[in-house]
């Protein structure tokens, strides 16, 4: 608890804090303009914000944004010296890493309680009818839970090569998850679990088309083996990237 303690206040008034609340207001500040240049009896049905939020969201928002907190968290820890102050703690290091993991973990999911509100008030400037809370709470929490494996895989990026290479691996992310999420092959991708399990709970093809009620991408059976699969592979992700920082020697 101490090393996440000081996890959290390495990101306190820095950018990554401010990214956490920016990224998702965008789909508010996407409500705003529209709501001007719709006709004053006009009224979406909130059908179509949740088609665009959770398409662009675990799309292109989670794999970029997880890699641009992963590279502005390791420049930190290069600008304070290469955790040598750390390492030089009688701690052993792989507590160091799965303190950084959780501490990414609890971000992101402040960025999904921020998206989740931003949904809801861009369904009371633009829709009408009732709010489908139901849909909106279970997209949000589970492209969280299904995108934390994701986490240390982008940290060992940017702490392996450096910001360059983490986002880099961050754009073969978005274009694998995209290209994977509506094949057989979506599990051997980690990038396409969130785009993926958003067709049955959203009804949203990962080309962000509605999907036909007889469409196979609805089967929900994939929701259960995604989560499953998503955290075990998150425990095995942390387990083989902090074994790595272990043996990392500190330049």
Same mark, same amino acid.
């Given at each position: 608890?101490? /090393?996440?303690?000081?996890?959290?206040?390495?990101?306190?008034?820095? $950018?990554?804090?401010?990214?956490?609340?920016?990224?998702?207001?965008?789909?508010?500040?996407?409500?705003?303009? &529209?709501? =001007? /240049?719709?006709?004053?009896?006009?009224?979406?049905?909130? &059908?179509?914000?949740?088609? $665009?939020?959770?398409?662009?969201?675990?799309? *292109?928002?989670?794999?970029?944004?997880?890699?641009?907190?992963?590279?502005?968290? +390791?420049? &930190? +820890?290069?600008?304070?010296? &290469?955790?040598?102050? /750390?390492?030089?703690?009688?701690?052993?290091?792989?507590?160091?890493?799965?303190?950084?993991?959780?501490?990414?973990?609890?971000?992101?999911?402040?960025?999904?309680?921020?998206? %989740?509100?931003?949904?809801?008030?861009?369904? =009371?400037?633009?829709?009408?009818? !009732?709010?489908?809370?139901?849909?909106?709470? #279970?997209?949000?929490?589970?492209?969280?839970?299904?995108?934390?494996? *994701? %986490?240390?895989?982008?940290?060992? #990026?940017?702490?392996?090569?450096?910001?360059?290479? !983490?986002?880099?691996? !961050? $754009? *073969?992310?978005?274009?694998?998850?995209?290209?994977?999420?509506?094949?057989?092959?979506?599990?051997?991708?980690?990038?396409?679990?969130?785009?993926?399990?958003?067709?049955? %709970?959203?009804?949203?093809?990962?080309?962000?088309?509605?999907?036909?009620?007889?469409?196979?991408?609805?089967?929900?059976?994939? *929701?259960? +083996?995604?989560?499953?699969?998503?955290?075990?592979? @998150? $425990?095995? @992700?942390?387990?083989?990237?902090? #074994?790595?920082?272990?043996?990392? +020697?500190?330049?």
């Amino acid at each position: 608890m101490n /090393l996440m303690r000081s996890e959290f206040l390495k990101s306190k008034r820095t $950018l990554m804090r401010k990214l956490l609340v920016l990224a998702p207001l965008f789909f508010l500040l996407m409500a705003l303009p &529209q709501k =001007l /240049l719709m006709p004053a009896d006009y009224w979406r049905p909130w &059908q179509l914000i949740l088609d $665009l939020v959770y398409n662009w969201w675990p799309l *292109i928002f989670v794999p970029m944004g997880t890699a641009l907190l992963a590279a502005l968290a +390791e420049s &930190q +820890e290069r600008k304070a010296g &290469q955790y040598r102050g /750390l390492r030089s703690r009688p701690l052993h290091p792989a507590r160091l890493w799965i303190a950084k993991v959780l501490v990414m973990g609890f971000h992101t999911l402040s960025a999904t309680l921020v998206l %989740i509100a931003a949904i809801v008030l861009s369904g =009371l400037i633009t829709a009408s009818g !009732g709010i489908p809370w139901g849909r909106i709470f #279970a997209g949000g929490f589970t492209v969280w839970l299904v995108s934390l494996a *994701i %986490i240390p895989l982008h940290l060992w #990026a940017a702490a392996w090569k450096g910001t360059i290479f !983490g986002m880099a691996v !961050g $754009l *073969i992310g978005l274009a694998s998850g995209a290209a994977a999420a509506a094949s057989p092959y979506w599990v051997y991708v980690p990038w396409s679990w969130p785009i993926r399990l958003m067709c049955p %709970i959203i009804g949203v093809h990962p080309n962000g088309t509605l999907l036909d009620a007889a469409s196979p991408l609805r089967n929900s059976s994939v *929701i259960p +083996e995604g989560i499953v699969l998503s955290l075990a592979a @998150f $425990l095995l @992700f942390t387990w083989l990237t902090a #074994a790595w920082f272990s043996r990392r +020697e500190v330049r």
